[in-house]
């Protein structure tokens, strides 16, 4: 089997290296492959976009960017009924466009807008679309886990056909949730692949410096999870091996692990100086650029040709160029809204004002909508800072992005943000 | 009927009530539950209803807000609120927040359950009373019952809620009797209950310390001619915060009891709603009685100086009034 192939090539280079992938997989037809590479492309430059909206202030916070890891994000989602259910990391916005979630509305969601796709509450990190069952994106490492295998019990529990796939870093392997979560699968027999998207880093440490066992395939083995390993930088090996682990999780009731070896080609978040690789490294990884081998794949067997190729990349463009006009267009969210949906109200939650105590006005009869007038003042006092913080960090970020242009040897500003714990 | 017997009549009306309802949790199925408060439902339901699980309370709560968020109504038993601190990123950064930053479109119905406090030389790990420390997160609902017929009718509500609950029980009560009832619905949470009315100070006791409190009144009328009014909130959020205003606006005095540690305790809290709401009713400072600013000693005598007893509420009354 090709995959295997491509698995014992992993294994005798050892993890980290960046040679060519192993034997190939045929081509599938001509409309597959359309909707793999277009998607691949279309998230490649909604992220691209993504750091350049993030570069002008339009996006705060943090911004984790998947560029390279286009095929083990496709290749995955593309081996998953419309019923399965997905679960994230923070390094999400391509899980959940590959789902079908309308790119402008994730751009909106990044800007902090009222029309994201979790209403501006929850920004880059907590990207969700219950209708498409992405079950989101998540800021803590390894927090997932535990809720996919809920997921996945719920779908046991109902006999449901259903399966879960659970995605999560090389990283997140290393928390107590990774070894509680595969225990209880395997015990439980849950529709469940996990998924291991090996980017070689935990944030800014590598992986032989973060775990004692590199094969990650093989780190479930001891909880009864079968373990397997894929190329991340191929679209149709990962595909192939998602397929099949989710047969075994689906038919067989048997969770798997999946590793799919990938890399990312930019920093762990924006506020990355990169200084634990090095330049070649990254470089030798983007001569095996997802996006650009399974083009040449397919101009080389003819079945696309240049043009065809440019168009893709034109209408992804286009998309999210509408992405972001539809995002600028988006209101911020109205102040009066904060405390919406904090609770699901009912017979034990009547109203907001039943559970605030910030106000010492009475609320009670009050309606939900309408804030009272001491939390709607300490609401707008607060939000005037927004704008006063807005520019003085575009004026920041600009010249960090000046200072990098200029080819000065990055002099990176100290900045409290930039200190970030977990990765992936 | 006893406090642990109305909480397992709960769960087994909840059981028989709705499909999606299910428990688990470490040893509450084969062996009953550590403190038999699931006694018997395995039988009954089955091992699909009634789950045992590996002892890793991180992913077993983590695991009941994923199938919660998937439609089914999990009800998790934690083996003491200790415990619960192993679970504290699936409760605070999960339960609490999923429905608030995924801009509602994913609701958590999961109630954990877990008993908390001192008295039974359970040692620094398994005897603290730390409901303040869920009381601060917002996105979740707190529960203190402290009879049977409110363990019973909160428990209920608890698990037909929509909200993730924090469900904290009390050791020394699960073997308390009192009248529940009969075919008891769910209760309101948000209602604090009036133990006993009184005019000359107003005492709010937390879990146990309800009944600590009640016995302290008791005391106080006897022996000091004193009628203290002895509220029980019985759920920390939502708050009934308007019942306790109400008695110190006719007491003038106020005195919180809990058992757990005083930095940043329910009586700091409740403290500070009171004088901001009614400092002008106000006739003395606002009392605080509570467990004692350490971990839970082993060794009886230490423990049982380490959490409040009716002696201390009684003398912090009587404390309001010395200066009149």
Avoid at chain 1, 47 to 62: N, S
Avoid at chain 1, 328 to 340: A, C, H, Q, T
Avoid at chain 2, 170 to 176: K, P, S
Avoid at chain 2, 306 to 318: K, M, R, S, T
Wanted: hydrophobic share 40%.
């Amino acid at each position: 089997m090709a995959r295997e192939a491509a698995v014992s090539k992993e294994k005798s280079t050892g993890n980290g290296t960046a040679d060519g992938a192993g034997a190939q997989h045929s081509l599938p037809d001509k409309d597959t492959c359309h909707a793999v590479l277009a998607k691949m492309m279309l998230i490649r430059r909604f992220e691209e976009r993504a750091g350049e909206m993030y570069a002008k202030a339009k996006i705060g916070g943090f911004l984790h960017l998947c560029i390279g890891e286009e095929a083990t994000i496709v290749g995955s989602t593309q081996a998953m009924r419309d019923t399965d259910y997905l679960l994230s990391t923070y390094r999400e916005h391509g899980q959940a466009i590959a789902r079908g979630t309308p790119p402008k509305t994730v751009m909106a969601e990044l800007f902090g807008r009222v029309d994201g796709c979790s209403k501006g509450r929850g920004g880059s990190m907590h990207l969700f679309d219950m209708e498409r069952r992405f079950l989101g994106g998540y800021g803590i490492v390894g927090g997932n886990l535990p809720l996919a295998t809920g997921v996945a019990l719920q779908c046991e529990y109902n006999g449901t056909e259903d399966a879960v796939v659970c995605m999560f870093g090389d990283g997140a392997t290393n928390q107590g949730t990774f070894g509680e979560s595969m225990n209880m699968a395997a015990l439980w027999k849950l529709p469940v692949v996990f998924m291991v998207i090996n980017n070689q880093f935990g944030m800014g440490t590598a992986l032989e410096r973060h775990s004692a066992v590199t094969d990650l395939s093989k780190k479930a083995e001891g909880y009864g999870v079968p373990g397997s390993r894929c190329d991340g930088m191929d679209v149709l090996d990962v595909h192939s091996a998602t397929t099949e682990a989710l047969r075994k999780a689906r038919e067989d009731r048997q969770p798997q692990l999946l590793e799919a070896v990938t890399y990312r080609f930019r920093g762990h978040s924006m506020a990355d100086p990169e200084e634990y690789r090095s330049k070649d490294e990254v470089e030798e990884w983007r001569r095996r650029d997802p996006i650009a081998s399974f083009s040449k794949r397919l101009v080389d067997e003819e079945m696309f040709s240049e043009e065809d190729l440019e168009k893709l990349d034109q209408e992804a463009m286009a998309t999210v160029d509408e992405a972001v006009q539809f995002a600028d267009n988006s209101p911020f969210p109205d102040l009066d809204s904060l405390y919406d949906n904090l609770y699901v109200l009912g017979e034990q939650v009547r109203g907001w004002w039943s559970v605030d105590e910030r106000s010492p006005e009475p609320h009670r009869g009050e309606r939900e909508r309408e804030a009272g007038r001491v939390p709607h003042e300490l609401a707008e006092a607060g939000a005037a800072y927004a704008g006063v913080a807005e520019a003085q960090e575009r004026k920041r970020r600009q010249r960090q992005a000046d200072e990098e242009h200029g080819e000065g040897e990055g002099e990176h500003a100290a900045d409290p943000r930039d200190v970030e714990g977990g990765g992936d | 009927m006893r406090y642990r017997e109305a909480l397992n009549q709960a769960l087994r009306e909840e059981l028989e009530a709705d499909e999606r309802v299910f428990i688990m949790g470490e040893d509450i199925g084969v062996f009953q539950g550590a403190f038999k408060v699931t006694a018997g439902l395995l039988e009954e339901f089955g091992d699909k209803r009634v789950r045992d699980t590996p002892i890793s309370e991180n992913t077993i709560v983590g695991v009941g807000v994923g199938s919660a968020m998937a439609g089914l109504r999990p009800v998790v038993e934690l083996m003491t609120i200790n415990f619960a601190l192993l679970a504290l990123d699936q409760i605070v950064n999960h339960a609490a927040a999923i429905h608030y930053m995924f801009g509602g479109q994913a609701k958590v119905p999961l109630v954990v359950r877990m008993p908390q406090g001192g008295g039974h030389q359970l040692g620094p790990t398994h005897s603290h009373s730390l409901e303040a420390m869920f009381l601060h997160v917002p996105g979740l609902l707190v529960a203190v019952p402290s009879t049977a017929a409110d363990a019973k009718g909160l428990l209920k509500a608890a698990i037909q809620d929509d909200n993730p609950v924090i469900f904290i029980e009390h050791e020394y009560l699960y073997g308390q009797r009192g009248e529940v009832p009969e075919n008891g619905g769910p209760m309101r949470f948000g209602e604090a209950a009036v133990r006993r009315e009184g005019s000359d100070v107003t005492v709010v006791g937390i879990s146990r310390m309800a009944v600590t409190a009640e016995r302290a009144a008791e005391r106080l009328a006897h022996e000091h001619e004193l009628e203290a009014e002895v509220i029980d909130p019985r759920t920390l959020r939502p708050l009934d915060l308007d019942t306790i205003l109400e008695s110190v606006k006719k007491t003038n005095r106020a005195v919180i009891v809990e058992e757990g540690w005083p930095h940043g305790g329910v009586g700091a809290n409740l403290a500070a709603l009171i004088q901001e709401q009614a400092f002008d009713y106000l006739d003395a400072p606002v009392a605080r009685v509570t467990g004692a600013d350490v971990p839970m000693p082993y060794s009886k005598p230490l423990e049982q100086a380490a959490f409040p007893h009716e002696e201390h509420v009684v003398q912090a009354c009587l404390a309001l009034f010395k200066d009149l």
